[in-house]
């Protein structure tokens, strides 16, 4: 089946109370909740203690701008989360859709998180076997644990393993996997060659393979991604494309750009 015909429509995570979290960490409300509290504490104190009052305007602006931040991000986890906007399911539906996929043999995920996408595409190819692989930093409330937890709930706990790894340098022989994919996870790893984990993900795919990597592809971390595309061209991969997923998945760069993933493109393509 192609993927374009996938019943990926039929599919609804979290719908037995699985934790898939959000792209939104919790730690981010906390530091900029943290300021905004602490710049609102020094106004009180400039204007009742110290009575300085230019001081206590500026403490007062920067308590009032980190309120905006908080109720700014505060929408964008909304508008991830499945139960509000959707985006996170959306794009992993996205992604996954443009994987010319045939269902058998086995699928890594760098970067599964929660194991959202894993389990999605466990579901979507009840013949795959999926492997989740991810660093699981402090950042996000992600574990092996809960990736585990989900894929149990959701009935593809057989089909799906998870392991910790960096996707620096994967802990996997070449050419182990019939598919790779990974989504929003590059950009994430400080002073990382971006082109340098792409080749390192596509190192561990099976000549023939497939592979789908979405990311925020800033030009300044990623360099020209139109020649990357055709260095792999030039290097024998096929049907290389990139596709414009912040218009694809988000329905507009602005809209993309506003929940701070505004330059998404997907990688996809055949080694």
């Not at 106004?43 to 931040?69: K, P, T």
């Not at 340098?169 to 590059?186: E, G, H, I, M, T």
């Not at 329905?251 to 393509?269: E, F, I, K, P």
């Amino acid at each position: 089946m192609k993927p374009n015909q996938l019943p990926q429509e039929r599919i609804r995570l979290g719908a037995h109370g699985e934790d898939y979290g959000s792209w939104m960490s919790n730690p981010v409300f906390y530091i900029v909740g943290g300021m905004a509290v602490l710049a609102a504490f020094m106004a009180a104190l400039s204007f009742l203690v110290f009575r300085l009052f230019v001081l206590g305007i500026l403490f007062s602006v920067a308590a009032a701008a980190m309120l905006a931040l908080l109720l700014w991000i505060a929408w964008i986890r909304r508008q991830y989360a499945s139960d509000g906007g959707g985006i996170m399911a959306r794009v992993h539906r996205k992604v996954l859709s443009h994987l010319d996929f045939e269902g058998r043999g086995t699928l890594l995920e760098v970067g599964c998180g929660s194991g959202a996408m894993t389990i999605l595409a466990a579901l979507l190819w009840p013949e795959a076997r999926v492997v989740g692989v991810d660093y699981w930093g402090a950042v996000y409330n992600y574990s092996k644990e809960c990736c585990e937890k989900n894929a149990a709930s959701e009935g593809v706990a057989d089909r799906c393993r998870f392991q910790r790894g960096d996707a620096r340098r994967l802990d996997f022989p070449d050419q182990s996997f019939d598919a790779v994919v990974s989504n929003y996870v590059y950009h994430n790893i400080m002073g990382a060659d971006m082109q340098g984990l792409l080749l390192e993900t596509l190192r561990v795919l099976k000549k023939g393979g497939v592979f789908a990597l979405n990311d925020d592809m800033k030009p300044k971390a990623y360099g020209d991604m139109e020649a990357f595309a055709q260095k792999l061209r030039d290097m024998g991969y096929q049907d290389v494309r990139l596709i414009d997923t912040a218009q694809e998945a988000f329905g507009s760069h602005q809209r993309a750009a506003m929940m701070m993933l505004g330059n998404s493109r997907l990688l996809v393509g055949r080694k």
